[in-house]
C-alpha cells in the first residue's frame, strides 16, 4: 500500500482480523441477481488491467500509486494478476483487479462509476474462481460493501491455515 496517489514509499500490511468472502457460501441478493440476469452491462477479463488499476485509484483519496500500478502490471505480465472488467459499450463503468497464486485470490481493489457494477464485477468473479476450483477469496478488510456481498472477518490464524490450503500443490 502507499500513503497516497503522490506517496514514494510502499509498504505491506497484514491485518491481524482478516477479510474474506467465503465462495461456498456467496448469495448475491434477489436484487443483484435480477441486474445480473438483465445483461445489460458486457463483463470482460483481463482486457484493460492497468486502466482497471487506474479507475480503482480515481477516487478521492487512494493507496494506489505508480509504483504499485507499475509492480501490478508486471505481476499482470506474468500471468498472476487479472482484472474483472464491466463495460457499457466501449466505456468501463466498473471492475476489480487482484492477484491469483494456485487456489487462493487476492482482491486488491474495486471501482463502480454506475450502480452496483463493482458488484457485478464481484459476481463475476466468485463464479470464475468457483468454476476453477478456487478456495479463497481474500479481501484483506471488510468494508460495508463487502460485507453485503458476503464478506466476514476471521482472525488471522484462521486466515492462514485457509491460506496454506489453498497454495497447497
Keep these: 500500500m502507499a500513503e497516497g496517489a503522490n506517496a514514494e514509499e510502499i509498504y505491506l500490511v497484514e491485518p491481524v482480523m482478516r477479510g474474506i468472502i467465503p465462495l461456498d457460501q456467496f ?10 440476469n438483465r445483461a445489460f452491462y458486457q463483463i470482460r477479463t483481463d482486457t484493460a488491467f492497468e486502466t482497471t488499476m487506474k479507475n480503482c485509484a480515481r477516487r478521492e483519496t487512494t493507496w494506489i500509486n505508480q509504483q504499485i500500478i507499475d509492480l501490478y502490471c508486471s505481476l499482470f505480465d506474468m500471468g498472476y494478476a487479472h482484472s474483472v472488467e464491466v463495460w457499457d459499450k466501449n466505456e468501463m463503468v466498473g471492475g ?4 491469483a497464486i494456485k487456489r487462493a485470490f487476492f482482491g486488491e481493489s474495486m471501482f463502480s462509476f454506475r ?9 463475476h468473479l466468485v463464479n470464475l474462481l468457483k468454476q476453477n476450483g ?3 477469496l481474500d479481501t484483506q478488510f471488510i468494508t460495508p460493501h463487502l460485507a453485503s ?7 488471522q490464524r484462521k486466515y492462514l491455515q485457509l491460506l496454506k490450503n489453498a497454495l497447497k500443490d
Design 134 to 136: 478456487y478456495q479463497l
Design 149 to 155: 456481498m458476503g464478506g466476514v472477518e476471521i482472525p
Design 96 to 99: 476489480l483487479y487482484g492477484v
Design 115 to 123: 450502480k452496483n457494477t463493482s458488484k457485478l464485477a464481484l459476481c
Design 27 to 36: 448469495k448475491p441478493s434477489r436484487s443483484m441477481r435480477r441486474e445480473i
